[in-house]
T-cell receptor
Framework: QQQVKQSPQSLIVQKGGISIINCAYENTAFDYFPWYQQFPGKGPALLIAIRPDVSEKKEGRFTISFNKSAKQFSLHIMDSQPGDSATYFCAASKGGGTSYGKLTFGQGTILTVHP | EAQVTQNPRYLITVTGKKLTVTCSQNMNHEYMSWYRQDPGLGLRQIYYSMNVEVTDKGDVPEGYKVSRKEKRNFPLILESPSPNQTSLYFC????????????FGDGTRLSIL
């Protein structure tokens, strides 16, 4: 079963707009929620991550919002740029992402930002 | 440059012909893992290793083998490949400890005919 559900599958945004990708999880033991960005022909790379003791984390134009009671978290990309066009994966782990807490990934979202 | 290197990057082969995908990292990471990426399914873990000679199954281990004889290398072996193993494969590594990011290789696209 898919323990982390991600939506939408694909997203088209105009340059300067806001991109929003949502994820929902089932396992309340998850305590580490990273987002990965993947460009064509490349492996995923860590973009930003959050722990459930905070409701929001911002790094530049990228913000994670976290709702523990709803078991949901989302990625917001402000002022989206064509260079942000990539596939985005949310993930979750228990044990703080240590070796005994493997990452469970969402299905991925293909983001296209039009100039 | 810190990196995870996979070889080959692309491979087309036939059912039943044994193959090995190599993975090497130069960051002295203890933890290494293999994932497969399929459309609509995201990345699913195949096997992982917490250190030399310590390996364990992930979510989709059927049809795969791994070994960890050296810290830097973690090869993925398909002893009798089948078409349902056609996929994009990624090797990853990280330090143990909390909240350590995983570093991924650039992937191996495998086609089994």
């Amino acid at each position: 079963q898919q323990q982390v559900k991600q939506s939408p599958q694909s997203l088209i945004v105009q340059k300067g707009g806001i991109s929003i990708i949502n994820c929902a999880y089932e396992n309340t033991a998850f305590d580490y929620f990273p987002w990965y960005q993947q460009f064509p022909g490349k492996g995923p790379a860590l973009l930003i991550a959050i722990r459930p003791d905070v409701s929001e984390k911002k790094e530049g134009r990228f913000t994670i919002s976290f709702n523990k009671s709803a078991k949901q978290f989302s990625l917001h990309i402000m002022d989206s740029q064509p260079g942000d066009s990539a596939t985005y994966f949310c993930a979750a782990s228990k044990g703080g992402g240590t070796s005994y807490g493997k990452l469970t990934f969402g299905q991925g979202t293909i983001l296209t930002v039009h100039p | 440059e810190a990196q995870v290197t996979q070889n080959p990057r692309y491979l087309i082969t036939v059912t039943g012909k044994k193959l090995t995908v190599t993975c090497s990292q130069n960051m002295n990471h203890e933890y290494m893992s293999w994932y497969r990426q399929d459309p609509g399914l995201g990345l699913r873990q195949i096997y992982y290793s917490m250190n030399v000679e310590v390996t364990d199954k992930g979510d989709v281990p059927e049809g795969y083998k791994v070994s960890r004889k050296e810290k830097r290398n973690f090869p993925l072996i398909l002893e009798s490949p089948s078409p349902n193993q056609t996929s994009l494969y990624f090797c990853a590594s990280r330090l143990t400890g909390t909240f350590q990011p995983q570093h991924f290789g650039d992937g191996t696209r495998l086609s089994i005919l």
